[in-house]
Nanobody
Framework: QVQLVESGGGLVQPGGSLRLSCAAS????????MGWYRQPPGNQRELVAI???????NIAASVTGRFTITRDNAKNAAYLQMNNLKPEDTAVYYC???????????????WGLGTQVTVSS
């Protein structure tokens, strides 16, 4: 069974940095892309950044120039480097991966449990 495990959230002051990690565990699967979404308090979940196996990325305009997404295909992992954090970046951040499960040719969405990022002085 495929699972996504996130780490790296926490409390940081404005202007600070955090690095989120997400790793897919299991066997026999193939990852199409990985990414991060976030859900601010009282708001809907929104895309932050995604990256595919060819390292093509899609970054939300609100974080462009501050956030970077990278991927380690050998580790089935993705990372979100967040710099110059702002209070409006406060949210629960969710890892997402579109994966071909073992023995399947149909893509399926997988989600992590989420990690809290709080930007406050």
């Amino acid at each position: 069974q495929v699972q996504l495990v996130e780490s790296g959230g926490g409390l940081v002051q404005p202007g600070g940095s955090l690095r989120l990690s997400c790793a897919a565990s299991g066997s026999g699967f193939s990852i199409y892309n990985m990414g991060w979404y976030r859900q601010p308090p009282g708001n809907q979940r929104e895309l932050v950044a995604i990256i595919n196996a060819a390292d093509n990325t899609n970054i939300a305009a609100s974080v462009t120039g501050r956030f970077t997404i990278t991927r380690d295909n050998a580790k089935n992992a993705a990372y979100l480097q967040m710099n110059n954090l702002k209070p409006e970046d406060t949210a629960v951040y969710y890892c997402n991966a579109k994966i071909y499960p073992p023995g399947s040719s149909v893509l399926r969405d997988y989600w992590g449990l989420g990690t809290q990022v709080t930007v406050s002085s």
